[in-house]
């Protein structure tokens, strides 16, 4: 049973920065592709980062590009995103995601992911 726990999110002041944690457990978490997502309420779920299984390379959505860093460390199974100059745009509940297939290089669609953390809350206000 895979399962993904996210932590890290909270209340910030726009200009501020979080760290959120993603801990996998369940599948060779090394093999895998991971994603972060989120989804603000009254939007669909959005891709904002993925990495490859390697963590050789990763991609950005152009709405945070510049602004997060998602990073891997596979002995300790965890994806991380680091979120800086964060806006109010970026309130959303955010989730992390393991690809469905090993060796991927991060897909953006929700589908090529087959398990989800239970999400948590980033509320950046004043």
């Known amino acids: 049973q895979v399962q993904l726990v996210e932590s890290g999110g909270g209340l910030v002041q726009p200009g501020g920065s979080l760290r959120l944690s993603c801990a996998a457990s369940?599948?060779?978490?090394?093999?895998?592709?991971m994603g972060w997502f989120r989804q603000a309420p009254g939007k669909e779920r959005e891709c904002v980062a993925t990495?490859?299984?390697?963590?050789?390379?990763?991609w950005y959505a152009d709405s945070v590009k510049g602004r997060f860093t998602i990073s891997r460390d596979n002995a300790k199974n965890t994806v991380y995103l680091q979120m800086k100059s964060l806006k109010p745009d970026d309130t959303a509940v955010y989730y992390c995601?393991?690809?469905?297939?090993?060796?991927?290089?991060?897909?953006?669609?929700?589908?090529?992911?087959?398990?989800w953390g239970q999400g948590t809350q980033v509320t950046v206000s004043s």
């Open positions: 995601a393991i690809e469905k297939r090993p060796y991927g290089s991060g897909s953006h669609g929700t589908s090529e992911y087959d398990y």
């Open positions: 369940g599948r060779t978490f090394s093999n895998y592709a």
């Open positions: 990495i490859r299984w390697s963590g050789y390379s990763s």
